[in-house]
């Protein structure tokens, strides 16, 4: 039991209480004995009573004291951010998650207009969001990127309602980043399937059409040839044989690229680059080309400086350069002219191959590195193209580090340049 002038009060209290006490008893008649020890006992469990009433207040107190604990740490540990934001969208209070969606320390947050997180392209989003919070008593939504003071970006969904007064409005931030991305992957996925089967579709077109052409065209002379050797009539079998002769290099031409073209898509072909001389290398290609060149009397010049060497796979440049060749001389009049240069700028080494012939449209120059949009056209004396010489061009440049395009103003000449990285 508790000393009874701490339980009863402070001693100026005690002192009063006496003062009273004693009026009390002067105006009252004088106790027995009995009746003195029933009100002294009526006061003792009156004390012990309020000592009783004491400790149940204290421990109210200290559950009071842990259950606001409790709640200010689910508040602020929550796997949510929690805002509160006035009209004009300045925070007035936020939980500690909420504090780390943003990035910014919590005390650091106070009267910051929210909308300064908000990505650019999603603040009219935001925007349309708040003024239908404060203008509707039920839950809004909306989703939008967050810029973090770190400069990395979180996507959030965000829920919001106006306050009973509707002074200010409480929102409710999930980060949902983790899905957003997962979507991102999904859809990726889902476009590279698409390419894959335009990829595909458009591979067994060029299969279906440029394998079978060159084919054609050598088992129909191949006929005529036969016919006229049995009638022994020699007349023209020199054109049919030339004519074989050139189906057959085309047809020839198309599989080496067919065979480069998938072994590459498989991972099958090795990437070996080596210091080589490129006008070596253009020289190699031109013997084998020159023919055409010759029936067609296509000049070709060579203006490369002397000992001009670059770092390159020599198989897949050499590749590049037959096909940029071919091409040149595919769509050059008889009697034109072919120009084929190297220069060295910007720690890069440039090659080009121009030709004074048809020229290419300018949508179509758009297209001509893509699959999906490959289309073979037919030369100046009437060649068929592979369809798939510039996609293997653009590939193999491109494990390069290099760069491939095509230049021409649609009406007479164009020029194909690739880049190698110098090391």
Same mark, same amino acid.
């Given at each position: 039991?508790?000393?009874? #002038?701490? &339980?009863?009060? &402070?001693?100026?209290?005690?002192?009063?209480?006496?003062?009273?006490?004693?009026?009390?008893?002067?105006?009252?008649?004088?106790?027995?004995?009995?009746?003195?020890?029933?009100?002294?006992?009526?006061?003792?469990?009156?004390?012990?009573?309020?000592?009783?009433?004491?400790?149940?207040?204290? @421990?109210?107190?200290?559950?009071?004291?842990?259950?606001?604990?409790?709640?200010? &740490?689910?508040?602020?540990?929550?796997?949510?951010?929690?805002?509160?934001?006035?009209?004009?969208?300045?925070?007035?209070?936020?939980?500690?998650?909420?504090?780390?969606?943003?990035?910014?320390?919590?005390?650091?947050?106070?009267?910051?207009?929210?909308?300064?997180?908000?990505?650019?392209?999603?603040?009219?989003?935001?925007?349309?969001?708040?003024?239908?919070?404060?203008?509707?008593?039920?839950?809004?939504?909306?989703?939008?990127?967050?810029?973090?003071?770190?400069?990395?970006?979180?996507?959030?969904?965000?829920?919001?309602?106006? &306050?009973?007064?509707?002074?200010?409005?409480?929102?409710?931030?999930?980060?949902?980043?983790?899905?957003?991305?997962?979507?991102?992957?999904?859809?990726?996925?889902? /476009?590279?399937?698409?390419?894959?089967?335009?990829?595909?579709?458009?591979?067994?077109?060029?299969?279906?059409?440029?394998?079978?052409?060159?084919?054609?065209?050598?088992?129909?002379?191949?006929?005529?040839?036969?016919?006229?050797?049995?009638?022994?009539?020699?007349?023209?079998?020199?054109?049919?044989?030339?004519?074989?002769?050139?189906?057959?290099?085309?047809? /020839?031409?198309?599989?080496?690229?067919?065979?480069?073209?998938?072994?590459?898509?498989?991972?099958?072909?090795?990437?070996?680059?080596?210091?080589?001389?490129?006008?070596?290398?253009?020289?190699?290609?031109?013997?084998?080309?020159?023919?055409?060149?010759?029936?067609?009397?296509?000049?070709?010049?060579?203006?490369?400086?002397?000992?001009?060497?670059?770092?390159?796979?020599?198989?897949?440049?050499?590749?590049?350069?037959?096909?940029?060749?071919?091409?040149?001389?595919?769509?050059?009049?008889?009697?034109?002219?072919?120009?084929?240069?190297?220069?060295?700028?910007?720690?890069?080494?440039?090659?080009?191959?121009?030709?004074?012939?048809?020229?290419?449209?300018?949508?179509?120059?758009?297209?001509?590195?893509?699959?999906?949009?490959? #289309?073979?056209?037919?030369?100046?004396?009437? @060649?068929?193209?592979?369809?798939?010489?510039?996609?293997?061009?653009?590939?193999?440049? #491109?494990?390069?580090?290099?760069?491939?395009?095509?230049?021409?103003?649609?009406?007479?000449?164009?020029?194909?340049?690739?880049?190698?990285?110098?090391?």
């Amino acid at each position: 039991m508790t000393n009874k #002038k701490n &339980s009863f009060g &402070s001693k100026s209290l005690r002192e009063k209480a006496e003062k009273e006490a004693g009026k009390n008893v002067l105006t009252k008649p004088f106790l027995s004995e009995a009746d003195s020890l029933k009100l002294i006992h009526e006061l003792e469990v009156h004390q012990i009573e309020l000592e009783m009433q004491n400790l149940e207040l204290l @421990e109210s107190e200290e559950r009071s004291r842990k259950a606001t604990e409790k709640y200010a &740490s689910l508040y602020d540990f929550a796997p949510m951010g929690y805002f509160t934001l006035d009209q004009g969208c300045k925070i007035k209070s936020l939980n500690l998650s909420g504090a780390q969606m943003v990035g910014r320390e919590r005390f650091l947050l106070q009267n910051i207009d929210f909308r300064f997180f908000v990505s650019t392209g999603y603040k009219d989003i935001f925007n349309a969001f708040i003024n239908a919070v404060f203008e509707n008593d039920i839950k809004q939504v909306c989703k939008v990127k967050l810029t973090r003071e770190d400069h990395l970006s979180i996507f959030v969904h965000i829920e919001g309602v106006v &306050s009973n007064e509707e002074q200010d409005c409480y929102l409710t931030l999930m980060d949902i980043t983790k899905s957003e991305l997962a979507e991102e992957k999904v859809l990726k996925s889902e /476009m590279q399937l698409r390419e894959l089967n335009a990829t595909k579709d458009k591979f067994f077109s060029i299969i279906a059409h440029d394998l079978r052409s060159p084919f054609t065209a050598i088992i129909g002379y191949a006929d005529l040839l036969a016919e006229q050797m049995d009638k022994k009539d020699y007349e023209g079998i020199e054109e049919y044989a030339e004519i074989i002769r050139t189906s057959s290099w085309h047809a /020839m031409d198309f599989v080496t690229n067919l065979m480069e073209w998938s072994r590459a898509q498989t991972g099958m072909m090795g990437f070996n680059p080596k210091i080589i001389d490129i006008t070596k290398l253009i020289n190699d290609v031109l013997v084998v080309i020159n023919d055409t060149a010759i029936q067609k009397s296509i000049d070709i010049r060579v203006k490369i400086v002397k000992d001009f060497t670059v770092s390159a796979d020599v198989s897949m440049i050499k590749t590049v350069l037959r096909n940029l060749i071919s091409n040149a001389l595919k769509f050059t009049n008889p009697g034109g002219l072919i120009v084929i240069e190297a220069s060295y700028s910007d720690s890069v080494s440039t090659v080009s191959v121009a030709d004074n012939g048809i020229g290419i449209q300018k949508d179509t120059i758009e297209k001509l590195f893509r699959i999906e949009e490959s #289309k073979s056209t037919t030369g100046t004396n009437g @060649e068929h193209g592979t369809g798939l010489g510039l996609i293997l061009c653009n590939d193999f440049i #491109k494990k390069h580090g290099g760069k491939i395009w095509a230049e021409s103003d649609g009406k007479k000449g164009s020029r194909f340049v690739f880049t190698l990285p110098q090391l």
